[in-house]
């Protein structure tokens, strides 16, 4: 089995917040030209892999020290981390990676102490999935009746909102605690698996298994994934270095799309060099993800930008996952002046 990432990455304890202490953001002149910005702090919401490549080729290709960075810091999250909402709100990063989930149980549990903004949304489309083997396998949200679904505890949240959604209870399956590890429906213990398009059905699908895939975005719970998180302060006052490390990260995203392989190649050897990740994994998870980053908006509006109906539903989904969140969670206006800036940016491979 090619070694990946384990799906227990979305719901850490927010609680953490009133511990850390706030620190100030540096700023930039919004007036000033080849403005230095000088390091950035930008914590991810998991571990190094290639679902961050365009930010890697965005460092390794100078986009962010031509945008006025010194140095941009990519400091990687996972199980033991603090989670990369949390490290925006205490002013440990002035721009973290996270997802909307996540943010909104920070906004949830902290209230006016988590003053966050999304600025934009890498992924267009979310990569949770339900994983079936192709003997038994389950293509629409009713066959999942009577089968038993190994779902990490991290994910119960979003998985009984996805069953709600397609009218569905958690009495008409069979929920089974995992932690992370598919090797209880490898073998045939139990019938389906929660996890990611990008992670566990990339390395199910080069090791041979013949498995069908029950994508929750194409069915009944869409949202966008990948948010760019600040605070609102971080708008008011560093608002030219956000839409640098915005501008900066596009580009890197446009070369990431571009190549594959170059993606896969940093990822393993650089970023994630010790984590013994395979190559060829991430190579496909690069390749596949783009699909769910690009779609026809993108093509019109640029990358991280959503529309309106997207923005709906993402407030939905972390609505019926039970977080309550300001309706204007969502600031995209930073993109908008990114793209007008900057035209050329919108055009992407």
Known sequence: MRKTTTPQR??????????????????????????DFGALDVPLSWLHTAEFGGLYMAADNGHFEEAGFDSVNLTPGGPSATPSAIQVATGQGTVGMSNPLSIGSTIAEEGDDAPLKIVGSVFQQNAYTIITKSDNAATSPEELEGLSIGVPPAN??????????????????????????????LADEIDAYLGYATNELISMELDGEEVESLMFDENGLPFAGGSIV???????????????FLEASIRGWHDALEDHEAVAETTVEDHAADQNLDFEHQ???????????????????????????????????????????????????????????????????
């Open 230 to 244: 600040v605070t609102e302060e971080a708008i008011e006052e560093d608002r030219e270095l956000i839409k640098a």
């Open 10 to 35: 979305l719901f850490a304890s927010a609680g953490a917040l009133g511990l850390l202490a706030l620190t100030a953001c540096g700023n930039g002149d919004a007036d000033g030209e080849d403005q």
């Open 283 to 349: 190579q496909v998870t690069s390749e596949e993800q783009a699909e769910l980053i690009t779609d026809e908006w993108t093509q019109e509006h640029g990358l991280f930008t959503m529309s309106d109906e997207l923005v709906d539903d993402t407030l939905a989904a972390i609505d019926a996952v039970g977080y309550d969140v300001p309706d204007d969670l969502f600031d995209l206006t930073l993109l908008e002046e990114v793209y007008e800036e900057n035209p050329d940016l919108v055009e992407h491979p």
């Open 156 to 185: 119960e949240p979003v998985f009984y909102a996805f069953l709600e959604a397609n009218g569905l209870t958690e009495d008409d399956v069979e929920v089974v605690s995992i932690q992370g590890d598919a090797q209880p429906f």
